[in-house]
């Protein structure tokens, strides 16, 4: 997956290669996160220094990945896509970890970013790409899940965070192909 939008560029992470560039990217939203007036957000990362440090860790292999934007081959976000079964045992791909840089926020880099996560989902046989936010810390990523469908669902996983509300966006089944 490669695409090149609007002066920006959207790849899935090439690993060991990006691994400084996603490290860097998720520690600035995890420190964005840790200083959200929002307390609960703060929970988001907990062990999150264990995670970075291990990258890449649960974002790599076949039912996971990363995609990395890039504005004139600068880092300027990224978001994780892992594939979970939901309870009523649809495939789906849950979006972390979506983060766009202030300095590069208003290029349409985090709808770039979800449109990515929504084709990767696609290609790898999901039935919804799902998510949990604080709509409180990031409410410009909750206006843009609304705005691009997602609908706001029960829990899907085990979030502690009380303030946490959980989306999903179901995508349309592939057409069956009847070859004789």
Known sequence: ??????????ALARWPEDTDL???????YGQYLAASPVGAAGMCIADYETELQNLPGKYAG????????????????????????????MLSTEMKRLWVEPNFRGLGLGRGL??????????????????DTVNDAMPEAAELYRS?????????????????????????????TNEH
């Open 114 to 131: 979800v449109h990515g996560a929504i084709a990767w989902a696609k290609a790898h046989g999901s039935g919804a790409v799902v998510l």
């Open 148 to 176: 691009m469908g997602f609908a706001e669902i029960g829990r899907f996983n085990e979030n502690p965070i009380s303030e946490v509300r959980f989306y999903i966006l179901k995508l349309a089944a592939r057409p069956e």
């Open 62 to 89: 076949s039912d996971a990945d990363m995609l990395l934007a890039r504005v004139k081959n600068q880092g300027a976000g990224c978001v994780a896509i892992t594939q979970r079964v939901l309870k009523d045992g």
């Open 22 to 28: 996603a490290r860097e990217l998720l520690r600035n």
């Open 1 to 10: 997956m490669r695409g090149k939008t609007g002066g920006y560029e959207i």
